[in-house]
C-alpha cells in the first residue's frame, strides 16, 4: 500500500504568517501534487511536481509557494497567510496517472486554519 | 483550464434505493474520468476508472460515459448507510493531473 505523509495536520497561524506544509511519499513515485478542499469547491490542485527540483502550477496558485527538495518530498509554503487561505490540505502521489489504473495516493491531510 | 461541476450538491436516499450523481465538465478531448468517495475526515478512496464512452461497471458502482454530452454518472446500486459520504467527480485532461468536481454529499437512510 503506497504511503504519503502529511505534516502536521493541524496548525493554527495568523495572517502575516509564514507556515510549511511537508509532504513525504515512500513509494518512488515521480508525481507529487497539492490541492486544497473546500467546501463547495472541491478539491483544486495548487501545484504539482513531477521530479526533484521540477515544479508546474495548478489552478489556484496565488499566495503559494511549493518546492519538491528530493523525490520523496514536496513542501507548500505560505510565507504570508491569509484567512482565505484557511482549508484543508491534501498531498498525493503517482507513479504517472497515464497508465489505465494510474492511481492518486493522497495523504491524510493537513487542517490550516488562519486567523 | 478544465471546468468540472458536479450535481446535485446533497442527496438522500433510503437504503436500497439507486443513487445517481452528475458530473459535467468542459474539456471534451479529456481521456479518462474518476470517481472517488471521501468519508468523513478520511481520505480519498478510487470508485470506478472509465475510459470510452458507454459504461463501466465495479462492484455495486457504475460510470456512465458519454463525451459528446460532456457528462458521465455513477449509480451506485443497493445504497447501504455506510455508503454515505462524498462522492467526487475527476477528469484527467493530461497524463499529469486530475482536476476535481466540488462534491456530492450523499446520505443513505436506513
Known amino acids: 500500500e503506497a504511503a504519503v505523509t502529511q505534516s502536521p495536520r493541524n496548525k493554527v497561524t495568523v495572517t502575516g504568517g509564514n507556515v510549511t506544509l511537508s509532504c513525504r511519499q515512500t513509494?518512488?513515485?515521480?508525481?507529487m501534487y497539492w490541492y486544497r478542499q473546500d467546501t463547495g469547491h472541491g478539491l483544486r490542485l495548487i501545484h504539482y511536481?513531477?521530479?526533484?527540483?521540477?515544479?508546474q502550477i495548478g489552478d489556484v496558485p496565488d499566495g503559494y509557494k511549493a518546492t519538491r527538495t528530493t523525490q520523496e518530498d514536496f513542501f507548500l509554503l505560505l510565507e504570508l497567510a491569509s484567512p482565505s487561505q484557511t482549508s484543508l490540505y491534501f498531498c498525493?502521489?503517482?507513479?504517472?496517472?497515464?497508465?489505465?489504473?494510474?492511481?492518486?495516493?493522497f495523504g491524510e491531510g493537513s487542517k490550516l486554519t488562519v486567523l | 483550464q478544465q471546468k468540472v461541476q458536479q450535481s446535485p450538491e446533497s442527496l438522500t436516499v433510503s437504503e436500497g434505493a439507486m443513487a445517481s450523481l452528475n458530473c459535467t465538465f468542459s474539456?471534451?478531448?479529456?481521456?479518462?474520468f474518476r470517481w472517488y468517495r471521501q468519508h468523513s475526515g478520511k481520505g480519498l478512496e478510487m470508485l470506478v476508472s472509465?475510459?470510452?464512452?458507454g459504461e463501466k461497471e465495479e462492484g455495486r458502482f457504475t460510470a456512465h460515459l458519454n463525451r459528446a454530452s460532456l457528462h458521465v454518472s455513477l449509480h451506485i446500486r443497493e445504497p447501504q448507510p455506510s455508503d454515505s459520504a462524498v462522492y467526487l467527480c475527476?477528469?484527467?485532461?493530461?497524463?499529469?493531473?486530475?482536476?476535481f468536481g466540488s462534491g456530492t454529499k450523499l446520505t443513505v437512510e436506513p
Open positions: 498525493a502521489s503517482s507513479g504517472g496517472l497515464g497508465e489505465n489504473t494510474g492511481q492518486l495516493y
Open positions: 513509494n518512488s513515485h515521480n508525481y
Open positions: 511536481s513531477y521530479g526533484a527540483g521540477n515544479l
Open positions: 474539456d471534451g478531448t479529456s481521456d479518462n
Open positions: 472509465i475510459f470510452s464512452d
Open positions: 475527476a477528469v484527467r485532461p493530461n497524463y499529469n493531473v486530475l482536476y
